[in-house]
């Protein structure tokens, strides 16, 4: 119940955002077309972001005979949960993710990056953290999360656009229409607004992902040995990803620094694996 109130807020949340954004490029007008658009983005987000996000990134599926299938067939049975599909993403960025509805309708991805990178206890010790996400339920609102924030973020750009090109500070006569101040609020605010609301919802998630995580694999010293090579070898090779999914990623696929920061989906590295070495 706990995950089904937030999944709802959340997606009241980032509805409300389109609709300011609607009301804000449009008046009455774009409000409807925002309120249209919420309404399908909360169908498909719920139904379809799983598949969303793995096109996003060219996931392919791969056989029970692969090593990371493998893996992974071995960790469900210490986790008590029902095998979900896996894939492999043709990127050399080392990352990996999980997706889906519930542990029914669930699918763990990993980069081929990663594959190469990390030993069988490190990749263990990956997807084990991936799994306690699924476990924890984590995988439905961190995936309407990335649909709905992916969203937001392109009429945001959208709403640039026509800033740049006069598309709304003409219009201030009409009632109810755009105006300058609103379409600067439209343009700079919302994304944040949004990025702000994945933060919310994904620290403390990861920090739960990894103490699960480490009780799956049996022990916290894969994925703490992981998480130290991810950390380097994501700076030196940086994920070409949708900022909107980057939450979902057990590692931030780009390095923020300065005010950005704030902005960050992940905890600090280096508090992630105080955390696992305590509980071990």
Known sequence: MGNTLKTTMLLGLLSGLLLFIGDALGGQNGLVMAFG???VMNLASYWFSDRIVLAMYRAKPVGPDHPLSRIVARLVQRADLP????YVIPDASPNAFATGRNPSHAAV??????????????????????????KNRDILISSVAATMAAAIMMVARMAQFAAIFGGGGSRDDREGGSNPIALLATVILAPIAAMLIQAAISRSRE?????????????????VDALKKLEFASKRIPMDANPATAHMMIMKPFSVHGMLSLFSTHPPTETRVRALLGQA
């Open 109 to 134: 991805a990993a980069t081929e990056g990663v594959l190469r990178l990390l030993d069988q206890r490190e990749l263990e010790g990956v997807m084990a953290h991936e799994l306690a996400h699924v």
């Open 207 to 223: 920090f739960g992902a990894d103490r699960g995580g480490a009780e799956i694999a049996g022990s916290p010293y894969g994925l």
């Open 83 to 86: 095998m979900p599909k896996v």
């Open 37 to 39: 658009i919420a309404a």
